[in-house]
């Protein structure tokens, strides 16, 4: 007789498991009353002090969440508040880490089913975040925000009047800090020098997309309008085909070589374009957001006018955002009303998946914009509640929601409130364990307790 196979020595399972937390009902029904918005701190950063309260009493009202009916795209509705991971219905494969990666050793698990385990135990993380640092350094709401590329407690925030900041939290020396022109100087694109990091793009109200170092100097002036009808809204850059495209109010798309030669300059959009995004791996595919209600994919090697667009992708109101996901296979689009949009790379014409979510426009409100994590398939998003969307609720509170790129679902919320306020960008730093985020006048950083850091 054939002798079996022994099998290989069993792990130890550690004594954390992913399955849900517990859960109340009389926790999610009953109502909590808005904190009220504290006062603008004079002090331009601050460390934050370990509070006493636990994550539950800071978790948001729950329900669960319930995928719309049968429709032409595959829609999911987010407008109920969760409490935590409460609602995760679907157990994991595996019940840690360790076995997972135990199992893919030996080829029992898929990478994707691995990839899946690792976002479920970063999802479960998120209970253990708080604000750890805070900022208010400029005299004008924060417009722009960017990651430095290699140092992950490093970043550069602007502001409405022009102001850039470039912070690293991780040190106590003061921040370096760029002196904006006031009224008019609003900077609505930040992106660090990926050739030379010690260099940053910048788009703005002044009528420039330039590159500056953190010294104040001006190294080249890329586009300048010269005059005051015309402002640039938009910017994007690669490191690999050396370009910069930046897009301006009137519905123009200027791509242009690292030299400063301009390339091309032409009319894509009829009214003001919001956003500019190029493929993270085919940098050829360029993404165009407008407010005329369109997103618009470009091959550009093959650009002569707008009507040469790949694709035209209509929505049911302004565009502020069109972003790639880091794998170049999505793109998330995010409107000036209630709906996010992930859209397929590879099949444009297929429905998208559709979020419901209330994130609306307000002319003194810097533009919400969903953005991607880099390392696991999550959107990250801030809440501004609207009494008009359909699956309000009482004192619904202004979280910083979290939702799977796939499914549509909400994984988290994360709130504070001693930061109350509309948080309007949220971006994770490349190492995707931080998160920075815009409110108002204010930076927040958001981490791991350090207790709970593993």
Same mark, same amino acid.
């Given at each position: 007789?054939?002798?079996?196979?022994?099998?290989?020595?069993?792990?130890?399972?550690?004594?954390?498991?992913?399955?849900?937390?517990?859960?109340?009902?009389?926790?999610?029904?009953?109502?909590?009353?808005?904190?009220?918005?504290? $006062?603008?701190?004079?002090?331009?950063?601050?460390?934050?002090?370990?509070?006493?309260?636990?994550?539950?009493?800071?978790?948001?009202?729950?329900?669960?969440?319930?995928? #719309?009916?049968?429709?032409?795209?595959?829609?999911?509705?987010?407008?109920?508040?969760?409490?935590?991971?409460?609602?995760?219905?679907?157990?994991?494969?595996?019940?840690?880490?360790?076995? =997972?990666?135990?199992?893919?050793?030996?080829?029992?698990?898929?990478?994707?089913?691995?990839?899946?385990?690792?976002?479920?135990?970063?999802?479960?993380?998120?209970?253990?975040?708080?604000?750890?640092?805070?900022?208010?350094?400029?005299?004008?709401?924060?417009?722009?925000?960017?990651?430095?590329?290699?140092?992950?407690?490093?970043? =550069?925030?602007?502001?409405?009047?022009?102001?850039?900041?470039?912070?690293?939290?991780?040190?106590?020396?003061?921040?370096?800090?760029? $002196?904006?022109?006031?009224?008019?100087?609003?900077?609505?694109?930040? #992106?660090?020098?990926?050739?030379?990091?010690?260099?940053?793009?910048?788009?703005?109200?002044?009528?420039?997309?330039?590159?500056?170092?953190?010294?104040?100097?001006?190294?080249?002036?890329?586009?300048?309008?010269?005059?005051?009808?015309?402002?640039?809204?938009?910017?994007?850059?690669?490191?690999?085909?050396?370009?910069?495209?930046?897009?301006?109010?009137?519905?123009?798309?200027?791509?242009?070589?690292?030299?400063?030669?301009?390339?091309?300059?032409?009319?894509?959009?009829? $009214?003001?374009?919001? &956003?500019? =995004?190029?493929?993270?791996?085919?940098?050829?595919?360029?993404?165009?957001?407008?407010?005329?209600?369109?997103?618009?994919?470009?091959?550009?090697?093959?650009? #002569?006018?707008?009507?040469?667009?790949? &694709?035209?992708?209509?929505?049911?109101?302004?565009?502020?955002?069109?972003?790639?996901?880091?794998?170049?296979?999505?793109?998330?689009?995010?409107?000036?009303?209630?709906?996010?949009?992930?859209?397929?790379?590879?099949?444009?014409?297929?429905?998208?998946?559709?979020?419901?979510?209330?994130?609306?426009?307000?002319?003194?409100?810097?533009?919400?914009?969903?953005?991607?994590?880099?390392?696991?398939?999550?959107?990250?998003?801030?809440?501004?509640?609207?009494?008009?969307? $359909?699956?309000?609720?009482?004192?619904?509170?202004?979280?910083?929601?979290?939702?799977?790129?796939?499914?549509?679902?909400?994984?988290?919320?994360?709130?504070?409130?001693?930061?109350?306020?509309?948080?309007?960008?949220?971006?994770?730093?490349?190492?995707?364990?931080?998160?920075?985020?815009?409110?108002?006048?204010?930076?927040?950083?958001?981490?791991?307790?350090?207790?709970?850091?593993?």
């Amino acid at each position: 007789m054939r002798r079996p196979l022994h099998s290989a020595a069993p792990i130890p399972v550690p004594a954390r498991s992913w399955g849900t937390v517990p859960f109340r009902t009389e926790d999610a029904m009953a109502p909590r009353k808005r904190p009220e918005t504290q $006062k603008t701190p004079e002090v331009v950063v601050r460390p934050k002090t370990r509070r006493s309260r636990s994550p539950r009493e800071l978790e948001p009202e729950a329900k669960k969440l319930c995928v #719309k009916g049968p429709g032409s795209s595959r829609r999911f509705d987010s407008g109920c508040l969760w409490a935590g991971l409460a609602s995760l219905q679907v157990p994991p494969s595996y019940t840690s880490i360790v076995r =997972a990666l135990h199992h893919h050793k030996l080829g029992k698990a898929a990478w994707p089913s691995l990839q899946q385990g690792l976002q479920q135990s970063f999802v479960h993380s998120l209970a253990s975040y708080r604000i750890f640092q805070k900022a208010a350094p400029f005299d004008r709401r924060a417009t722009s925000l960017a990651w430095h590329p290699t140092h992950p407690s490093t970043l =550069a925030v602007g502001s409405k009047g022009g102001d850039i900041m470039l912070w690293n939290f991780g040190i106590k020396d003061k921040p370096t800090f760029i $002196k904006g022109i006031g009224a008019g100087g609003s900077v609505t694109g930040l #992106k660090f020098n990926p050739l030379d990091t010690n260099q940053f793009f910048t788009s703005s109200m002044e009528g420039t997309t330039r590159l500056q170092d953190f010294k104040g100097n001006t190294l080249r002036v890329f586009t300048s309008s010269d005059t005051c009808n015309i402002w640039f809204c938009s910017l994007d850059v690669s490191a690999r085909s050396r370009m910069v495209v930046t897009g301006d109010n009137v519905g123009h798309v200027i791509l242009l070589n690292m030299d400063g030669r301009e390339l091309w300059n032409l009319r894509m959009h009829k $009214k003001k374009v919001t &956003h500019v =995004a190029l493929n993270p791996c085919c940098d050829w595919l360029l993404a165009t957001a407008s407010v005329d209600q369109t997103v618009k994919i470009w091959d550009l090697r093959q650009v #002569k006018g707008k009507s040469s667009c790949l &694709h035209s992708l209509l929505h049911s109101h302004p565009v502020n955002a069109a972003c790639f996901s880091p794998d170049g296979a999505q793109l998330l689009t995010t409107d000036q009303k209630s709906e996010l949009r992930v859209y397929s790379a590879s099949q444009w014409d297929c429905p998208p998946s559709l979020i419901p979510h209330p994130h609306r426009h307000f002319q003194h409100l810097t533009p919400i914009k969903a953005t991607w994590h880099p390392r696991y398939n999550l959107i990250v998003v801030g809440r501004y509640p609207d009494p008009n969307f $359909k699956s309000c609720t009482p004192h619904e509170l202004r979280t910083i929601d979290v939702f799977d790129g796939s499914s549509g679902k909400m994984m988290y919320q994360l709130y504070d409130p001693e930061s109350s306020g509309i948080i309007s960008l949220n971006e994770f730093n490349p190492m995707g364990d931080t998160l920075a985020s815009l409110m108002g006048y204010h930076i927040l950083i958001w981490s791991q307790e350090a207790g709970m850091r593993k």
